[in-house]
């Protein structure tokens, strides 16, 4: 039984180019929960989608960062035009229903040069 | 609005040390208290995790009870281990679907 994965797991990218994080739930998990961890600080709340919606973004930058959970395929992190403080590790959770019990994934590590 | 404070790290103990990692939390009504722990190179794991007042939280040794009156979740462990070394989270939730706050983690290293 195959845990939340995330692809891939360490993204090198410029300044100004576009990051695309790839989150897998668990199986018949429709709730998933992107986070993001800067070093020496906690995980911040992005965003929360369930299949073919955005729940509650309110933790989502408001230009360059946008999200997606479509009906078929994993559900996609996308950041344009990315600057250094980018940098972070950013995870995906997925639950069946709520937050009593979710499953992270090991993450993906954004460098930007 | 809602926030977790932990006590800051790193936190080095000898194996089979007593430990403590303090969490506090500040939120309206009644949240859902959780410790993830999150070794290196992985995600987080729910490591325990309790829903009401006086409730105790309990697995692979480590114990939490949730006390409103001090508004405090503390982890802690009788006896650590070499394979404790991780960085321990403490988070909330105000109701089930809300998503989790959590707090900038404890470095815990434990040496032989």
């Given at each position: 039984?195959?845990?939340?994965?995330?692809?891939?797991?360490?993204?090198?990218r410029r300044r100004g180019q576009e990051a695309r994080l790839r989150c897998s739930p668990m199986k018949g998990h429709?709730?998933?929960?992107?986070?993001?961890?800067?070093?020496e600080e906690g995980l911040k709340f992005m965003v929360y989608l369930q299949k073919e919606n955005i729940i509650d973004e309110s933790g989502m930058p408001k230009e360059r960062f946008s999200a997606e959970f479509p009906k078929e395929g994993p559900?996609?992190?996308?950041?344009?035009?990315?600057?250094?403080?980018?940098s972070a590790a950013y995870f995906c959770a997925s639950s069946r229903q709520g937050v009593e019990k979710l499953f992270f994934g090991s993450g993906t590590q954004l460098s930007v040069l | 609005?809602?926030?977790?404070?932990q006590m800051e790290g790193p936190v080095?103990?000898?194996?089979?040390?007593?430990?403590?990692?303090?969490?506090?939390?500040?939120?309206?009504g009644y949240p859902s208290l959780f410790w993830y722990v999150q070794y290196p190179g992985e995600g987080l794991q729910l490591l325990l995790k309790?829903?009401?007042?006086?409730?105790?939280?309990?697995?692979k040794g480590f114990e939490a009870t949730y006390r409103k009156e001090t508004t405090s979740?503390?982890?802690?462990?009788?006896?650590?281990?070499?394979?404790?070394?991780?960085v321990y989270f403490c988070a909330l939730t105000p109701s089930g679907n809300t998503p989790l706050?959590?707090?900038?983690?404890?470095?815990l290293s434990v040496i032989a």
């Open positions: 039984n195959a845990g939340v994965m995330q692809n891939p797991r360490h993204l090198v429709s709730h998933v929960y992107w986070y993001r961890q800067l070093p559900s996609i992190l996308r950041i344009q035009q990315v600057v250094r403080g980018d | 609005g809602d926030s977790v404070t080095t103990l000898s194996e089979e040390a007593f430990l403590t990692i303090n969490c506090t939390y500040t939120a309206t309790a829903t009401k007042a006086d409730d105790k939280g309990s697995n979740f503390h982890l802690e462990k009788g006896s650590v281990q070499v394979s404790d070394s991780a706050v959590f707090g900038k983690g404890t470095r």
